[in-house]
């Protein structure tokens, strides 16, 4: 049932059509009108049914939730009120939180309009806001949006997932504090009560790094986690650990199944200890925020301790699917989620792979046998989600296998002294005891992660690969698995073409990628960014806005990495080399000619024998006419660039009609990429 709903999630996702819907709905009632008839086969005409139920629900749910995110904002700024609905988020220059809008006021129309949309504000750096604060403001409220730039993080699809409909930055003097809501939300009553146990730490004399890590491992909260103590964690191959998720609630439930044990011997003590597990175990996800990657955990481990009333059978891919399509079918948008996928990968990876890592191999010595174990759960998790890894994060960890033998077991002890601390708080001794033993193993902890990350060769970075690559990278994982089962030579055979292929397909890549000559307009809000490549993995950059280059590497990371270019060459104003020639912001490459105009410089000005150029890029700056521009330049195309402003752009674009030369507005349409050798 779980292979259907995915299916009907992604066709409503990526192609929200409700006569699909109408289609899958009446497909399925065919199927059961067949099932009903006597000369079809009716156990697949009823299983057709069945999925194309399925399917069709999981599309009308999917498109139902999407909907309720996405809204029609006003391009014009308007007064709203809304909620506060979490904790501030401190940035580098503002505070931003997550609004709950319930309604606008229009000025124009003197209206006001009910809306009920989550929104990310972000306000001065000064704004001291808590949740469940109620707030007017004035301002414009955008829907996300992404750059389109090659290779970018898909910051909107990431927001809508979220349920995120928009953002809005507001000023000082554009906002005031209305009052507090009278009653709080559950999720809001669940924040405010780990506001209070992340204060409670806060007693504890611990440095910033270790208190961020404490909160990170037992409340969930990663908010003041800095980048040096993520990288550490991510190179080192144990990032999981800062996300509060299955291997922290694994240990809350072998704490309880441990305390709890005694019952099992009275009458109906087994009923009451796995109805007490459930109970305690959503306690903890309320006193950390009912976070959806606790939430899904939470349910997981409420199915599996429900079966132990009615089963002895531990838990199994069943009951992960399961634990999947409840969660699904509550927020279907969680299938996109990064964390929902490699949390069920990993949990999937070790269902199936450590029985044949025990299999394997069985220890005598108990010790042995806890490292044995611990590396095989490692081992199992990493492999089923090394394609996720390797997509998402374009890295892969090498010492992994040590890194967690350690770490996890450290963050274990952490939990349950950190448990100690919260519930003895009344007792002076137990406090200084446990307090001292959190700053030993936090030390030991960060001291361990820092130690490996900074290993050579810790990490294999900076793996780009095609969705083809990583799918035959998991189709490769399941033939090894299966040749591993059951050894045959057929088994073999088609692990080893798979291997082959793979390698034949980054070769091919690497080949075509040396051959690249191309010229990319970046959609740079500041002002024009065009990188001109060439087949020698050699590039130079221009920038009307002066940024500086080291900005630039790192807001394109992904795509220089990917085409494995060296840091491109700054552009000066007067520039000759083989491969390119700049004076006075006009640009020729290969056999192209770039004009950049950004002022009025070249206005009101004709040439008997105009240049042609093959792209004029129109920055920010220049207000003028295209036609101002013709007597000097014979125009083949123009490039509105990211930063001008909205209501120019248009009078561009509308004027470039008029004169009939193609446009492209950067703004609209994202990057834009003119392979040379191709033309």
């Keep these: 049932m779980l292979v259907p709903l995915l299916m009907g999630i992604g066709i409503g996702y990526y192609v929200p059509d409700q006569n699909l819907i109408y289609f899958l709905f009446a497909l399925s009632i065919g199927a059961f009108i067949a099932h009903k008839c006597s000369f079809f086969k009716k156990n697949i005409c009823f299983g057709v049914s069945l999925y194309t139920l399925v399917a069709a629900m999981g599309v009308c749910l999917t498109i139902h939730q999407v909907d309720s995110i996405k809204y029609p904002w006003s391009k014009a700024e308007q007064l709203y009120c809304g909620t506060i609905q979490d904790e501030p988020q401190i940035k580098e220059k503002s ?110 004399p611990l440095s910033k790094d270790d208190r961020a890590v404490l909160n990170a491992i037992t409340l969930g909260y990663q908010a003041d986690l800095s980048e040096g103590i993520k990288d550490n964690y991510s190179i080192s191959g144990v990032s999981h650990i800062l996300s509060l998720s299955g291997l922290h609630i694994g240990f809350l439930y072998a704490l309880l199944i441990l305390l709890l044990k005694p019952l099992d011997k009275i009458r109906g003590g087994k009923t009451f200890k796995q109805l007490f597990i459930i109970i305690l175990m959503w306690v903890f996800a309320f006193i950390t925020g009912l976070m959806p990657p606790v939430m899904r955990t939470v349910i997981m481990f409420t199915i599996m301790a429900l079966g132990q009333l009615f089963s002895t059978r531990p838990i199994t891919l069943n009951t992960l699917a399961a634990t999947a399509f409840i969660m699904l079918v509550i927020h279907p948008l969680n299938m996109f989620d990064v964390s929902f996928q490699l949390s069920f990968m990993a949990v999937a990876g070790i269902l199936v792979i450590m029985p044949l890592w025990k299999k394997w191999w069985q220890p005598r010595n108990r010790a042995v046998k806890y490292i044995w174990d611990l590396s095989g759960v490692s081992i199992s998790a990493q492999a089923a989600t090394i394609p996720f890894l390797l997509y998402y994060f374009h890295n892969l960890p090498t010492y992994f296998i040590l890194t967690n033998l350690l770490v996890i077991f450290l963050s274990s002890l952490l939990m349950y002294a950190a448990a100690i601390n919260l519930l003895f ?74 291997i082959t292929f793979l390698f034949a397909l980054q070769t091919h890549a690497d080949y075509t990628d040396k051959l690249k000559q191309e010229i990319v307009f970046f959609n740079n809000r500041k002002g024009a960014s065009i990188q001109f490549i060439l087949p020698n993995r050699i590039s130079y950059l221009f920038s009307s806005s002066h940024e500086p280059k ?21 552009i000066a104003e007067s520039m000759h080399t083989g491969f390119i020639n700049t004076h006075n912001h006009i640009i020729h490459f290969g056999n192209k000619t770039i004009g950049v105009v950004g002022d009025k410089r070249w206005a009101y000005k004709a040439s008997r024998h105009p240049l042609n150029i093959d792209y004029l890029v129109i920055t920010r700056g220049y207000y003028g006419k295209i036609v101002y521009l013709t007597g000097l330049f014979n125009i083949k195309q123009v490039v509105v660039d990211g930063s001008v402003y909205a209501n120019v752009s248009e009078k561009v674009m509308k004027e470039c009609k008029d004169l009939r030369i193609k446009c492209i507005n950067l703004n609209l349409n994202g990057a834009y990429i003119s392979k040379i050798n191709n033309e």
């Design 95 to 204: 505070v931003c939180h997550t609004v709950q809008i319930n309604y606008m006021y229009s000025a124009k129309n003197r209206q006001t309009k009910a809306i009920d949309r989550s929104i990310l504000l972000y306000l001065p750096s000064n704004t001291a806001l808590n949740s469940g604060d109620k707030i007017y403001f004035f301002g414009k409220i955008n829907p996300p949006q992404n750059n389109g730039n090659p290779n970018e993080f898909d910051y909107a699809s990431y927001l809508l997932n979220k349920g995120i409909s928009g953002s809005a930055y507001i000023y000082e003097g554009s906002w005031r504090k209305a009052g507090h809501e009278a009653k709080l939300s559950l999720s809001q009553e669940a924040l405010k009560i780990r506001s209070k146990l992340i204060a409670h730490f806060d007693r504890i």
């Design 425 to 498: 708080f009344f007792i002076a001794p137990v406090q200084l005891v446990t307090g001292w033993l959190l700053s030993l193993m936090l030390k030991l902890l960060n001291g361990i992660t820092a130690f490996m990350s900074h290993l050579p060769y810790s990490s294999i970075d900076h793996i780009y690969l095609s969705a083809w690559q990583i799918g035959l990278i998991a189709s490769l994982i399941v033939a090894w698995l299966l040749f591993i089962t059951k050894r045959s030579v057929p088994r073999l055979a088609s692990c080893l073409v798979g």
């Design 550 to 570: 080291e900005q630039f590497i790192k807001a394109h990371k992904d795509f220089i990495y990917k085409n494995k270019l060296y840091p491109p060459i700054s």
